[in-house]
């Protein structure tokens, strides 16, 4: 890491937190690091680990890899989303955006920390967008991960960045280097 970016080609880790405790992690591979963002891919056959997930149930992506072409997930610093680009299977052509409302990035030397805030919006080529997991919202609020002031605020920026309207990015035709291997989560993942 030079100047304080990570160079093409490293893997860093992305840590899931919730009220200071780390829930979820995975590696990414850096696709590009600079001042103005920052893009990171999610190779297929990458595995999550969910060390401490703090609700009841076991997290849905628990015991399993990543699949498809992988994901390519751009972040501009100090934004409270990402905005995830997704392939279609069998031929690599541009399905659509998630827009994954989060915390902003907090950067490590290996890794950064967010929270991701469950409600997204995902986004068609053609300019059509609806809400992901809207109707898990109510639930998140009953048990306690939002308040409904948090959630008002999740939302207001669900609909700032459709306003905005980042679309399309520059990345719908970008490839995967491929000789790049499949990252593996460390063996300390806490020391990143």
């Known amino acids: 890491m030079g100047a304080g970016?990570?160079?093409?080609?490293?893997?860093?880790?992305?840590?899931?937190?919730?009220?200071?405790?780390?829930?979820?992690?995975?590696?990414?591979?850096v696709v590009e690091d600079g001042e103005a963002a920052t893009a990171v891919y999610i190779a297929p056959g990458t595995w999550f680990d969910f060390p401490a997930w703090p609700w009841d149930e076991v997290h849905p992506w628990?015991?399993?890899?990543?699949?498809?072409?992988g994901t390519l997930v751009l972040h501009r610093p100090g934004d409270a989303f990402t905005i995830w680009h997704f392939w279609e299977e069998p031929e690599?052509?541009?399905?659509?955006?998630?827009?994954?409302?989060?915390?902003?990035?907090?950067?490590?030397?290996?890794?950064f920390d967010t929270c991701d805030h469950e409600l997204d919006v995902v986004v068609r080529p053609d300019g059509s967008w609806r809400w992901k997991d809207e109707d898990r919202m109510d639930d998140w609020v009953r048990r306690g991960r939002f308040t409904s002031e948090e959630l008002a605020a999740i939302r207001r920026e669900g609909e700032r960045v459709v306003a905005e309207w980042p679309f399309p990015t520059g990345w719908e035709d970008w490839q995967p280097d491929p000789s790049w291997p499949v990252p593996a989560l460390p063996e300390d993942e806490e020391a990143a």
């Open 92 to 111: 690599r052509r541009f399905a659509h955006w998630y827009v994954n409302l989060q915390e902003p990035w907090l950067r490590g030397a290996h890794a």
């Open 5 to 29: 970016f990570w160079e093409q080609g490293d893997v860093v880790l992305w840590r899931e937190t919730w009220r200071g405790e780390t829930w979820g992690i995975f590696p990414v591979r």
């Open 62 to 69: 628990s015991g399993r890899a990543w699949t498809g072409h």
